[in-house]
C-alpha cells in the first residue's frame, strides 16, 4: 500500500472522469474557456501520474471563440471499451461546449470524439443533442452504449435541474435513437448533475453530483434493475460531501466517478478545492482527489472509513512510491513548439499571432485585443499549481501607443487579473505599470508608473504566498529585483470572488500582447519560468 496526499491532480482540474485500459488509469478534466480542450493524465499506480496530449486541438471539435468566462468545455466523459471480435479497443470521450450560460436559457451543444490510442488522433466530432450539460457515455454488457445528461428547464418558477435524461447511441449510425427517458429527478440536496452509471451484479448504478459546485457539493448513489429506472437512492445520502465540516482540507467536494484498482478496490475521484484566508477562497481553483472505497454487504458503495467526508490522505493498492515529479516549468523559447503546461485562450495557437521561428530563442507574441476580449487575445498561460510559487519573464518590447502593452500576467478570467507590463505615457517615455480588473473593474493606477529606458529588456517577476501577491521589475538584466507596486489581493484570481454565479476555473500565470490600435504590434518574449516554493 502507498499512501497519497490529495489532491493528486493539483490546481485547475475540475470534474474528473476516471476509467482504467489495460494497465493504465486515465483522467479526463473540464478545460473550460481554455484551449485545447480537456486535460488527460494518465498512472499505472494511482501514485504517480503524468499529463497525455489533449484530445481537443481543432477548432472543428472545439470553438469557443466569444464564448463567456467558464464557458466552453464542461464536464468531460472518458471512458473504455475493449477489443471485441475484429472491433478494436476504443477510447470515448463526451464533452459540451457551452456557448451560452447564466441566463433562464443555455446553450449546451454536446458532443462525441473516439480514438484508438489515448495520444490520438481524435476523431472529428458528431453532435450529440443540446439538452443540458455534464453528458456521460455507459458501454453495457451487450455492447450497446447509453448516453447520459442533464434535462436544463428553463421556465419561470422551474427547478432548471430538471432531471437525468437517458437515450441510447448508435455508434454505426452515428447518432442517437429510440425514446428519451428522465431517469431520476435527485433529491432534496438539488442540483442533480454529473451523471455516470456503473453496472454490478446486474444492478444499474447511477452516480451524481447534488448541491451545486460549491461548499454545498455532494455525491449521491442510486440504484436499479432496469437501466431506465425507476431508481432508488442509497438510504444513507451523500456518500460524499464536506457540507457539514468546514475543517476539512478538502471542500466542494462532489461530481466523482468510479473505477477499481487492480485488486478491485472501488476507487472515486472526485473534485475538491482548498480555501485560504478568512475569506475562504480557493485560488487554486477546483482541483481532482482520490477516495478509497467499498462495497457493503447490502450493495451500497461507501467511503472505506464508512463515513461521507472526503480524507486528504489515501492508502491506494500499489507499492510504488510517489515520486515528487517537479511541476517547475522553464521555457527558453528554443524549440519549434510550446510545453503543453501552456494553453491559449478560446482559440488554438496559430502562427499569424504567435511564432517561435520569427527571431531565435524567443517568442513573439503579435498585439491582439483587449484582456476583456471574448474572441482574440493573444496570451498563453499555465495553472498556478501551488500556493507558494514564482513566475518570471524577459519582454522586449517598443510600443508607440498607449494602446499597446505587453508584459506578464496572474489571470483567473476577463473580469480577474493582474498585469505588470510595458507600454508608454503621454509623454512618449517607455513605461512599466501594473494594471488590475476586479470583478470586471478596470484600474492603473495601483502604482505610479516606472519610467523605462527607451530600448532593452524589461525583467518581470510576480511571486505568490498564499493569499499575497507581489510584482517585481528590473530595468536591466544586471540590476538588482524592485518592487511594483503594492502588495495585492491574490484571491481575487478564485471562484469564490466576484458576482455571478459563473466562477469554475482557477488562477494561471502567462505572458499577453495587446495592441488595441489593431495594428498588431509584436512583443519578444526571451524566457518564461514558473517555480515552486
Not at 3 to 8: F, G, M, Q, S, Y
Not at 149 to 154: K, L, N, T
Not at 470 to 483: C, G, I, Y
Amino acid at each position: 500500500m502507498t499512501t497519497i496526499n490529495n489532491p493528486i491532480l493539483p490546481g485547475f482540474h475540475p470534474d474528473p472522469s476516471i476509467c482504467k485500459a489495460g494497465e493504465w488509469y486515465y483522467i479526463a478534466t473540464s478545460t473550460f474557456q481554455w484551449f485545447p480542450g480537456v486535460r488527460i493524465h494518465r498512472s499505472r499506480d494511482l501514485v504517480n501520474w503524468e499529463l497525455c496530449p489533449s484530445p481537443l486541438t481543432r477548432t472543428s471539435q472545439l470553438d469557443m471563440r466569444g464564448v463567456p468566462d467558464s464557458g466552453g468545455g464542461w464536464a468531460p466523459c472518458l471512458s473504455y471499451t475493449p477489443p471485441r471480435g475484429d472491433t478494436p479497443g476504443r477510447f470515448w470521450l463526451i464533452y459540451t461546449n457551452v456557448r451560452s450560460c447564466g441566463k433562464a436559457m443555455a446553450d449546451f451543444p454536446n458532443y462525441l470524439v473516439t480514438a484508438e490510442s489515448i495520444d490520438g488522433p481524435w476523431s472529428e466530432p458528431i453532435y450529440l443533442n443540446s439538452s443540458g450539460f455534464d453528458p456521460s457515455l455507459f458501454h453495457d454488457d451487450d455492447g450497446s452504449h447509453w448516453l447520459l445528461g442533464i434535462v436544463w428547464d428553463h421556465r419561470t418558477g422551474r427547478n432548471p435541474f430538471g432531471g437525468i435524461l437517458l437515450q441510447q447511441y448508435d455508434h454505426n449510425a452515428r447518432r442517437l435513437v429510440g425514446p428519451v427517458k428522465n431517469i431520476y429527478k435527485g433529491t432534496d440536496l438539488g442540483v442533480t448533475e454529473g451523471p455516470h452509471l456503473y453496472k454490478r451484479d446486474g444492478l444499474y448504478y447511477l452516480l451524481v453530483a447534488e448541491g451545486g459546485t460549491s461548499w454545498e457539493h455532494a455525491v449521491t448513489i442510486a440504484r436499479s434493475r432496469s437501466i431506465d429506472g425507476p431508481y432508488e437512492t442509497d438510504p444513507n445520502y451523500p456518500m460524499l460531501t464536506a457540507r457539514t465540516n468546514p475543517e476539512r482540507t478538502i471542500q466542494k467536494s462532489g461530481h466523482a466517478s468510479l473505477t477499481y484498482a487492480d485488486d478491485g478496490t472501488p476507487i472515486l475521484a472526485h473534485l475538491g478545492g482548498r480555501p485560504i484566508g478568512s475569506e475562504r477562497r480557493c485560488i487554486l481553483g477546483r482541483e481532482t482527489s482520490l477516495q478509497r472505497c467499498t462495497w457493503t454487504d447490502d450493495g451500497w458503495l461507501r467511503l472505506e472509513d464508512g463515513g461521507n467526508e472526503p480524507q486528504a490522505s489515501v492508502e491506494v493498492p500499489s507499492d510504488t512510491p510517489r515520486i515528487k515529479a517537479s511541476r517547475d516549468h522553464t521555457e527558453q523559447f528554443d524549440s519549434t513548439t510550446l510545453s503543453p503546461h501552456f494553453q491559449s485562450l478560446r482559440a488554438p495557437i496559430d502562427s499569424s499571432w504567435l511564432q517561435l521561428d520569427a527571431r531565435a530563442g524567443f517568442c513573439r507574441l503579435h498585439g491582439r485585443e483587449s484582456l476583456f476580449s471574448l474572441f482574440d487575445q493573444s496570451l498563453i498561460a499555465r495553472r498556478v499549481q501551488a500556493l507558494k510559487c514564482r513566475a518570471a519573464t524577459r519582454v522586449e518590447f517598443q510600443p508607440s501607443s498607449i494602446q499597446q502593452m505587453a508584459g506578464l500576467i496572474a489571470y483567473y478570467d476577463t473580469r480577474g487579473w493582474y498585469y505588470a507590463h510595458v507600454t508608454i505615457d503621454d509623454d512618449g517615455n517607455r513605461v512599466v505599470r501594473l494594471s488590475q480588473a476586479d470583478d470586471g473593474t478596470y484600474r492603473d493606477d495601483l502604482t505610479s508608473d516606472l519610467i523605462a529606458p527607451d530600448t532593452g529588456p524589461i525583467d518581470l517577476r510576480l511571486e505568490l504566498d498564499h493569499a499575497s501577491l507581489r510584482f517585481r521589475v528590473r530595468l536591466d538584466p544586471a540590476d538588482d529585483w524592485r518592487s511594483l507596486g503594492p502588495e495585492l489581493d491574490a484571491t481575487i484570481l478564485s471562484d469564490d470572488y466576484g458576482a455571478g454565479w459563473d466562477h469554475f476555473t482557477g488562477a494561471f500565470v502567462g505572458i499577453c500582447c495587446q495592441d488595441m490600435t489593431g495594428r498588431r504590434l509584436p512583443a519578444d518574449f526571451d524566457w518564461f519560468e514558473y517555480t515552486e516554493l
